[in-house]
């Protein structure tokens, strides 16, 4: 991946909509290169796609929680089990696992407290494995996802 490639992901981090012409213009290409070069990314998977970002608060999901979930069980099929049940909720809208305490940390997109309070109790609470399960509420968003930084590493 050279410097025009780099420069191709921002800009399409920034703008997943631009015009290839636009974009062409924007990283100093012509047209048919520019497109050469986006293509291969994908087909890399260098980019694996695209999406429309969204208001939560104008689809119903403003109110955000984190929780971490720390597990009685790490059997394998109990952890197969609560990975697959974690990924059929709608309202976890992002769950990672992770190393050390917790074991896992899931980001809850719902309504408002009420919902998250059903959601706590009628879903979370209910997870196969689960020993313990920590709210952090988002009090305010101070920096949104920009996308990933795509310039190389700088040896010190």
């Known amino acids: 991946m050279d410097r025009i490639d780099r420069q191709?992901?921002?800009?399409?981090?920034?703008?997943?909509?631009?015009?290839?012409a636009e974009?062409?213009?924007?990283?100093?290409?012509?047209?048919?290169?520019?497109?050469?070069?986006?293509?291969?990314?994908?087909?890399?998977?260098?980019?694996?796609?695209?999406?429309?970002?969204l208001d939560p608060?104008?689809?119903?999901?403003?109110?955000?929680?984190?929780?971490?979930v720390v597990m009685a069980q790490e059997d394998r099929p109990t952890?197969?089990?609560?990975?697959?049940?974690?990924?059929?909720?709608?309202?976890?809208?992002?769950?990672?696992?992770?190393?050390?305490?917790p074991d896992y940390l899931l980001r809850i997109a719902v309504a408002d407290i009420a919902a998250y309070e059903r959601f706590h109790t009628e879903a979370l609470s209910l997870l196969p494995g689960v020993a313990r399960l920590t709210s952090h509420l988002t009090m305010k968003q101070v920096k949104e996802d920009a996308?990933?930084?795509?310039?190389?590493?700088?040896a010190p």
Not at 33 to 48: A, H, K, S, T, Y
């Open 23 to 53: 974009l062409a213009e924007r990283v100093g290409l012509t047209p048919s290169p520019c497109l050469r070069r986006v293509n291969r990314l994908e087909q890399d998977g260098v980019i694996r796609g695209y999406r429309a970002l």
């Open 8 to 20: 191709i992901l921002r800009e399409l981090q920034r703008d997943g909509r631009l015009s290839n």
């Open 79 to 101: 952890v197969a089990e609560f990975e697959r049940r974690i990924a059929e909720l709608p309202e976890v809208v992002e769950a990672l696992r992770l190393f050390g305490d």
């Open 57 to 68: 608060t104008a689809v119903g999901r403003g109110f955000q929680a984190y929780v971490s």
């Open 147 to 154: 996308g990933l930084p795509v310039e190389t590493a700088k």
